[in-house]
């Protein structure tokens, strides 16, 4: 007795002296056991610690420790003859209080082969599943050896530091909790956090925080425990009975349920590509029926097409091959101009117009070198944008290259709920036909040169002797 009281007074001043020095700490929980369930045989009370940095598992909720696991905790006291104070505080500290026998268990603890020379730990108390945190447009990030040369967030003391520590390729950054880790990553301060999701995804939706994800699998999967002292089975057996109790009464499932995180929904990498897939195939079936109209106007043939229910990726390998095929130009782009399709006659004509090589993504205003060409096209673009649909004549392309008349078609490229997210373009080079008009003016301009330069007068009739034109001679004689 006199043994433990002296334990309890050397843990009160270590605790006064971490709030002193750092930071506030929970107020101690005393969880006085129920006479009804438990006659307690020892008077001796329990100390329980936990991390005060993973909401929802363990948190400060002012001075007070709160959390699933501090709930669970709670219900097991009920049936442990001793009474038990939880007290949620640093984790590297708090470790070493149980480690040294200063305190009796670590609430929320994962077990690990190092941990197993220290601790002897409980049946299996909650499931964990440590994830990779990114910013939300970061792609190809996928398991530890992704993870080499990024700067990833960890808790100082926690499983993934030791997890990822093991790599020296990994540079490891300790942050001061999970919501500042979380800032620091939306900020590029760091590439990544790793963290079980219940936390993770918790600290997100609680504090409204945006654009971050959950990238691939999690790097481990695991149940955590409770530690106590290596040695102290006595501790263990009653914690281990306890455990059993409240998971066959159901107390353990409702209080998870009590504790379920507010949902946030993550984009996987599969998710964001059949995202963009779906996108890509609702441009190329409107390029498909605009590039149907195309053909039929020009060529006055009446062409019906059924429709054809076939697997995505075949669907998508047809319309491409469809765009392809024809003579026009065919592109699309999004909101921001950038492209999102083109056929290699559209890339052909861009080549030897403006000397570039065109990629997806890339802006279609960014590659026209002549101010006037890209003047004109931002300004299609815009009407098409606003859901107008137009076609306009106009040349195109550096004097010193080539420079050709094309005849465009803007049509926007609509949601089914009527949204604007893009154009398609069809454009037909006119370049001879617009030569030979140009050309025909030009006769007619010196034929009529020609007529007024003649002192005699000329007319032109229809069959029915009208007058049609005539040279001034003429035109003075009438």
């Known amino acids: 007795m006199k043994k433990r009281l002296e334990m309890s007074l050397v843990l009160l001043v270590v605790i006064t002296a971490i709030v002193v ?77 149980v480690a040294r026998g200063e305190a009796d268990a670590l609430i929320q603890i994962n077990v690990t082969e190092e941990r197993k020379k220290i601790y002897d730990f409980s049946e299996p108390f909650l499931e964990s599943h440590f994830s990779i945190f990114t910013h939300s447009d970061v792609m190809g990030i996928s398991g530890i050896s992704s993870l080499r040369g990024l ?38 301060a760091i590439d990544a956090v790793v963290v079980d999701y219940r936390v993770g995804s918790y600290v997100l939706a609680q504090n409204g925080i945006r654009n971050i994800k959950v990238t691939g699998d999690p790097i481990q999967s ?58 890509t195939t609702l441009i190329l079936l409107t390029l498909l029926l605009i590039t149907v109209i195309w053909i039929l106007t020009i060529n006055k043939q009446l062409t019906k097409r059924k429709a054809t229910e076939e ?25 921001q101009y950038r492209y999102t399709s083109f056929n290699k006659g559209h890339a052909a004509v861009i080549q030897a117009l403006y000397g570039v090589e065109i990629e997806l993504s890339h802006n279609l205003l960014d590659y026209m070198t002549v101010s006037e060409d890209r003047e004109t096209a931002k300004r ?48 037909q080079d006119m ?15 010196l034929l009529r040169d020609v007529l007024d330069t003649l002192p005699v007068g000329v007319w032109i009739t229809d069959k029915h002797g009208n007058i049609l034109r005539g040279n001034q001679a003429g035109q003075r004689i009438w």
Request: charged share 20%.
């Open 21 to 97: 020095a750092c930071a506030p700490i929970a107020q101690p929980t005393p969880i006085p056991a129920t006479r009804a369930t438990v006659e307690p045989s020892i008077s001796t009370q329990l100390f329980f610690l936990g991390n005060k940095n993973i909401v929802p598992v363990v948190y400060l909720d002012g001075t007070s420790p709160s959390g699933v696991a501090v709930d669970l905790v709670h219900a097991l006291a009920k049936h442990i003859p001793q009474p038990i104070e939880i007290i949620a505080m640093d984790w590297t500290v708090a470790q070493a209080l």
């Open 151 to 188: 700067r990833i967030g960890v808790e100082a003391g926690g499983l993934p530091q030791q997890l990822l520590g093991q790599d020296p390729q990994i540079r490891l950054t300790v942050i001061p909790n999970f919501l500042e880790g979380f800032r620091s990553l939306n900020d590029g």
């Open 222 to 279: 695991s149940y955590s425990s409770i530690a106590v002292k290596k040695g102290n089975t006595k501790l263990l057996n009653e914690i281990n009975h306890a455990l059993q109790i409240i998971k066959s009464d159901g107390t353990y499932q409702r209080i998870l349920n009590n504790w379920a995180p507010t949902e946030v929904v993550f984009e996987t990498q599969q998710q964001i590509t059949e995202r963009n897939y779906r996108a």
């Open 311 to 335: 697997e995505l990726r075949r669907q998508y390998s047809t319309l491409r091959g469809i765009i392809e095929s024809t003579n026009a130009l065919v592109f699309s782009v999004d909101r």
């Open 380 to 427: 299609n673009l815009d009407r098409a944008l606003t859901g107008e649909q137009l076609v306009e004549e106009a040349y195109s392309g550096d004097e010193l290259r080539s420079r050709q008349y094309f005849q465009v078609s803007h049509s926007p490229i609509k949601t089914e709920t009527g949204e604007v997210i893009g154009v398609a373009v069809l454009a």
């Open 431 to 445: 370049t001879e036909r617009k030569r030979a008009e140009n050309e025909l003016l030009e006769s007619e301009k």
